[in-house]
């Protein structure tokens, strides 16, 4: 599970895909990837897109931070793209 967003969300899931990519030449996965802060909804959107496009649909999206059932009712309702909450 790789933190993606401690400075910019987008570089940092190019980064975890090249990672990503390095561990299936290795015969490992990347299992997920961690959003932590700003808009998760958008930002897994926008992840979700970039993992698909590299062929990375079974990678999971984790997010983070102070989620309560409020939170995470409205991250839904916006269409967030999150597997797993923290």
């Given at each position: 599970?790789?933190?993606?967003?401690?400075?910019?969300?987008?570089e940092?899931?190019?980064?975890a895909i090249e990672v990503g990519k390095w561990l299936r030449s290795q015969g490992k996965k990347l299992l997920g990837i961690r959003l932590d802060s700003?808009?998760?909804a958008?930002?897994?959107i926008i992840s979700?897109?970039?993992l698909d496009t590299a062929g990375f649909q079974d990678t999971f999206i984790?997010?983070?931070?102070?989620?309560?059932e409020t939170v995470i009712s409205e991250?839904?309702?916006?269409?967030?793209?999150?597997?797993?909450w923290e």
């Open positions: 599970m790789l933190l993606v967003d401690t400075y910019n969300t987008v940092g899931v190019k980064k700003g808009d998760l958008h930002l897994s979700r897109e970039m984790l997010a983070s931070n102070e989620l309560d991250l839904k309702r916006q269409g967030a793209k999150i597997d797993a």
